[in-house]
């Protein structure tokens, strides 16, 4: 595709940009700060135009000559074409075959660095990699020779990226008219736990000393053990050719040079991070200027070891977090409405009187399309080891359902192809979270607790039958590969739609019980009550709170005063 066919592409991919602007979150645990010594990372997919499935790409053979087109994350129209492998893995989500799981966030940086005709975009380098890679390191490999050779599409972008025994954080930058890009991977030592949120994480970094650090010439080291830093050989140089950066090169510091904090960076952005490290973490308080925007030269350090070990749990719970416990918890402020909402309808930037506002930016947001927690566990078989916690719709009321990295089908309820962002399809786990969801807006502090229940519930036993799962896939796999990949493709096809009948039965429960505003009375086992003929017993009407009646009599006096 030629430079002047890409330019209206390069148009719409900054105008999506603004439209998603903040628009992911992911966390990092490695195996050694974890409660079974599993890695983890997750992802929320936040975007308006994002649709909640779950891709499958088989494993295949491909003659030579084959090529894989690259298609535009965000518009979905080709940027190129580059050639296949001889064998491609097996992709569910964003984990592959061989427990090698990858996610993002993006932080935009300097937008004079896109490049209009980089082939490969951030989507289209995700996927590849795990096509083709064995392990995090050989992914950072993939992922730095696609773009050098084929050009990077997209703005500046963070990956996660884990196997069963290590866990990468990489950051990536375009070089505007030059090819290729600038990046820095750093592995998180075992232990310690991170995370990114649309901004920049890397500051300064350990040079190239031949053994805890090399450059993008040093690949045949790669595989060394000590190795925990990986960057482009000419990244300093790069900043310096630009006029970003003019220190030592001891000083050297990615952000500063590349995507320099501000205001939004760190209270739209790192608060997201800080949450999670306060959650565990001693001391972070240290950082609440920093995050809250008031002192943008105290940074938080890229990972910080946990008080505790982390379960899947936690990581669940780091997925629903509107700043629970803080002085911003978005339940408590007026934006919550008279029902405790702690959702904030879009814009997140907004004036009034010509003074610009913004609403707190929480991990947990209405317009996520899909999010996962991608498990790696390297006491098991890849086929068993590798599990997509995968949800769909907002973190809050999703119910994060187990897929094994090896099953050979995905269910029609999670289907690519059943419905989509502008097609309703009844029995697409998509739209049936959104229907509730959107009847938890109306009603939030009413509905939640029950919405709560459900999905502890569903994820308590999910955990449960993976550990039964695992045993009988283990002894099935000594008989025959096959068979133990058929008994996993039947269990997380029977979650999926589990889940789905659950909450469908779910949202009509919810609609009965509080139609109109009402409560329905209930017993001990949530089944609606009748007298003694039949009719139903009095419904509760528990109107508003007195906070929201505070806010109403402020603002019209006398208005809806009545006679004593």
């Not at 090819?179 to 991170?194: E, F, H, Q, T």
């Not at 707190?360 to 590798?386: D, H, K, M, Y």
Request: proline share 5%; charged share 25%; aromatic share 14%.
């Amino acid at each position: 595709m030629t430079k002047k066919a890409l330019k209206p592409l390069l148009v719409s991919f900054l105008l999506l940009a603004g439209i998603n602007a903040f628009a992911c979150t992911n966390f990092l645990i490695t195996k050694g700060a974890s409660v079974d010594g599993s890695t983890f990372i997750s992802y929320c997919a936040d975007s308006h135009i994002r649709y909640g499935e779950l891709y499958f790409t088989p494993a295949a053979d491909w003659p030579e000559g084959s090529m894989r087109v690259c298609y535009d994350r965000g518009t979905n129209a080709p940027r190129g074409s580059v050639p296949q492998p001889p064998h491609t893995y097996q992709v569910v989500g964003y984990i592959n075959e061989n427990q090698v799981a990858i996610g993002e966030t993006t932080f935009g940086g300097r937008e004079e660095l896109v490049n209009p005709d980089g082939i490969v975009d951030y989507g289209s380098l995700m996927f590849i990699a795990l096509e083709r890679s064995r392990t995090a390191r050989e992914a950072i490999k993939i992922m730095a020779d696609l773009v050098e050779e084929y050009g990077y599409g997209s703005d500046g972008e963070s990956f996660s990226i884990s196997d069963p025994n290590e866990v990468w954080y990489m950051e990536m930058m375009p070089m505007g008219e030059q090819k290729g890009a600038v990046w820095v991977a750093i592995r998180i030592p075992d232990g310690y736990v991170s995370g990114h949120a649309n901004a920049a994480r890397i500051t300064t970094f350990t040079l190239r000393n031949g053994k805890t650090s090399i450059t993008d010439k040093d690949w045949k080291k790669l595989y060394n053990e000590q190795v925990e830093v990986i960057y482009k050989h000419d990244i300093i140089d790069f900043a310096r050719s630009k006029g970003y950066f003019s220190g030592k090169d001891k000083d050297f510091d990615f952000s500063a040079a590349y995507a320099p904090v501000d205001f939004s960076a760190a209270r739209i952005c790192d608060l997201r991070v800080w949450t999670m490290f306060n959650k565990v973490c001693d001391g972070m308080d240290e950082y609440w200027d920093y995050v809250t925007g008031k002192d943008l030269s105290h940074r938080m350090p890229l990972y910080v070891k946990p008080n505790r070990k982390i379960s899947l749990s936690d990581m669940m719970a780091f997925q629903r977090d509107h700043f629970q416990g803080t002085e911003l918890d978005k339940t408590l402020d007026p934006g919550a409405g008279p029902f405790g909402s702690p959702f904030r309808f879009n814009p997140l930037y907004w004036k009034y009187e010509d003074k610009p506002y913004f609403n707190e930016r929480s991990i947990e947001v209405v317009q996520t399309g899909f999010s996962f927690i991608a498990q790696c566990r390297n006491w098991l078989p890849n086929p068993i080891g590798g599990i997509i916690w995968f949800g769909v719709d907002d973190t809050n009321s999703t119910v994060y359902t187990p897929f094994y990295c090896s099953i050979s089908e995905v269910p029609i309820e999670y289907r690519v192809g059943n419905g989509d962002i502008l097609t309703y399809s009844d029995n697409a786990a998509f739209w049936v979270f959104n229907r509730l969801a959107h009847f938890k807006y109306l009603y939030y502090n009413r509905v939640i607790g029950d919405i709560q229940a459900k999905q502890k519930s569903l994820e308590d036993s999910y955990q449960e039958q993976v550990n039964y799962a695992d045993n009988e896939a283990l002894n099935l796999l000594t008989e025959s590969p096959e068979k133990a990949i058929a008994y996993l493709t039947d269990f997380s096809n029977k979650a999926g739609r589990n889940t789905v009948e659950q909450w469908r039965n779910l949202s009509n429960y919810l609609l009965v019980k509080y139609l109109d505003s009402n409560v329905k009375q209930v017993d001990e086992n949530s089944k609606f009550l009748r007298n003694p003929h039949g009719y139903p017993l009095k419904p509760q009407q528990p109107g508003y709170p007195d906070s929201w009646k505070k806010e109403v009599i402020e603002g019209t006096g006398d208005r809806f005063r009545r006679p004593e």
